[in-house]
């Protein structure tokens, strides 16, 4: 499977802990999609951090908890779509919003609700200048609004 280009197994009945090394050889990968399905575990975004095709990430309703910050990585990535709607995102960590987003310059959808966030808003994510949509519903973001630049 080393020239899969997309990989889409959402809407299934699939459970259990997703391995980091299924991901060491897919380095053409540009689409994935494991969403409501029943995948649980810890999964690390750093297992994503060689795949430079990645374009779209769909993690949403599964079990599992989604870790972005451990350990700190610069992805060579830059995502079009990413969706951790209802993942249990950095439970560890504060429940923090992702801070590799801030170094994603092409991102056109984001979607972060249900995760119980928590902390400000940080003004990088309110004035990316590619984002058309930014759902971050059902959190416990507090604090002001950023003011525009």
């Not at 959402?10 to 494991?34: K, M, P, Q, V, Y």
């Not at 994510?125 to 002001?144: A, C, D, I, K």
Request: glycine share 4%; hydrophobic share 40%; proline share 3%.
């Amino acid at each position: 499977m080393t020239f899969l280009v997309s990989l889409d197994l959402s809407f299934n009945h699939f459970e259990g802990t997703i391995s980091a090394s299924i991901f060491s050889n897919l380095t053409l990968l540009e689409t994935l999609r494991l969403s409501n399905n029943r995948f649980d575990g810890l999964l690390l975004f750093a297992s994503f951090a060689n795949l430079s095709n990645l374009e779209v990430i769909d993690l949403t309703n599964n079990e599992f908890e989604v870790d972005t910050e451990t350990p700190s990585w610069v992805p060579s990535f830059q995502l079009v779509s990413l969706d951790l709607r209802n993942t249990r995102l950095n439970q560890n960590y504060g429940h923090v919003i992702p801070t590799f987003i801030s170094k994603q310059h092409k991102l056109k959808t984001l979607s972060l609700s249900y995760n119980a966030l928590q902390g400000s808003l940080p003004s990088w994510l309110l004035y990316n200048s590619t984002l058309l949509m930014l759902s971050l519903r059902s959190n416990r973001l507090y604090g002001e609004i950023p003011a525009s630049s």
